[in-house]
């Protein structure tokens, strides 16, 4: 039964399915926010979590960082940067720099909604934007050579599968996620980001209870 239930939520309808989007959303905001810095926030950033349809799969869309960038280079990432003075919202940033780092045309980017914005350690606070690619095709990429090694990606089910989850120790004080198997292993922020989506999006007999561990790490950061 369960199993039908995850079915049916990763059915490639959603994508076209308004009012499930929303509640995706819904529960993505209602989710504990993540503080992992006092410092105020000076720079900001939004990324896109981007779904697509891949041989008839529901799955998300990551790039590798370029080895010609000054930081995180050759990390695996959500499509994202800096919010200019331009853009005039972080749904704006996120589709604009989705669009100027996969070559896809901003047309193509169907927004839901956006997360609870993120403060790292170091650097800008980051919001996270969950949107759909219309009719992707790997033939429309046309990946930014300066910053961007390489974009794939990765059907969800893949890493809702408890087989291809890990975790690991950071400082002692808690874990993070880590997500194996696909073309690259994903962590770091963008495993945190990747888990709150996942968690908005499966039923909770179908994901949070099988990464408990990460409960230390959201229970830490709300108290802050």
């Given at each position: ?10 059915h490639p ?29 000076t720079k ?50 996120a589709v ?129």
């Amino acid at each position: 039964m369960l199993l039908k239930k995850v079915s049916e939520v990763l059915h490639p309808a959603l994508l076209t399915n308004r009012t499930k989007q929303l509640e995706v959303i819904a529960r993505l905001q209602a989710l504990p926010k993540i503080r992992l810095s006092k410092e105020p926030v000076t720079k900001e950033a939004a990324i896109l979590i981007p779904l697509c349809i891949v041989d008839d799969k529901l799955s998300l869309l990551y790039t590798v960082r370029s080895s010609k960038l000054r930081s995180h280079r050759g990390q695996v990432s959500f499509p994202g940067g800096m919010k200019d003075k331009q853009d005039g919202s972080f749904e704006e940033c996120a589709v604009r720099e989705f669009a100027e780092e996969t070559g896809i045309p901003k047309q193509s980017v169907r927004v839901w909604g956006r997360g609870n914005t993120i403060r790292p350690y170091f650097g800008p606070s980051i919001t996270p934007i969950v949107g759909s690619v219309v009719d992707f095709s790997s033939a429309q990429l046309k990946p930014s050579m300066d910053e961007v090694a390489k974009v794939f990606t990765v059907p969800v089910a893949l890493f809702a599968d408890p087989v291809n989850r890990r975790h690991t120790q950071f400082r002692t004080n808690y874990t993070l996620p880590v997500f194996v198997n696909g073309e690259e292993t994903v962590w770091g922020i963008t495993a945190i980001i990747t888990h709150l989506f996942l968690t908005a999006l499966l039923p909770d007999d179908a994901y949070n209870a099988r990464l408990s561990s990460i409960k230390r790490y959201e229970a830490k950061q709300t108290k802050q």
